[in-house]
Nanobody, 118 residues
Framework: QVRLVESGGGLVQPGGSLRLSCAAS????????MAWYRQAPGKERELVAV???????NYTHLVQGRFKIFKDNAKKTWYLQMNSLKPEDTAVYYC????????????WGEGTLVTVSS
């Protein structure tokens, strides 16, 4: 069982910034893919950003150039730096971990709410 704990959500004005953190109870060397998803009210959960154990990174086009995903292996934590936030970024943000061993097993955090509003 892997525990993921998100933090860093909150209320921010349009154009502002927030940094989300996802702290894992597992070494990041056993996590093949570390991701951030979000789910806005009334919408399906969508993938926001991904970083792999080999540091390959991808973003949805909706956040490209505004968000940055990065990780700290020593702290067993990955982050989502969100800049130039827009009201449409309002959502509950979840981190997700796909393990290397056992292969294919994934875990979710409980989510952290980000609200972008003036």
């Amino acid at each position: 069982q892997v525990r993921l704990v998100e933090s860093g959500g909150g209320l921010v004005q349009p154009g502002g910034s927030l940094r989300l953190s996802c702290a894992a109870s597992e070494s990041l060397f056993n996590i093949e893919i570390m991701a951030w998803y979000r789910q806005a009210p009334g919408k399906e959960r969508e993938l926001v950003a991904v970083i792999t154990d080999t540091d390959e990174i991808n973003y949805t086009h909706l956040v490209q150039g505004r968000f940055k995903i990065f990780k700290d292996n020593a702290k067993k934590t990955w982050y989502l730096q969100m800049n130039s936030l827009k009201p449409e970024d309002t959502a509950v943000y979840y981190c997700n971990a796909l393990l290397r061993r056992p292969h294919g097993v994934a875990y979710w955090g409980e989510g952290t709410l980000v609200t972008v509003s003036s």
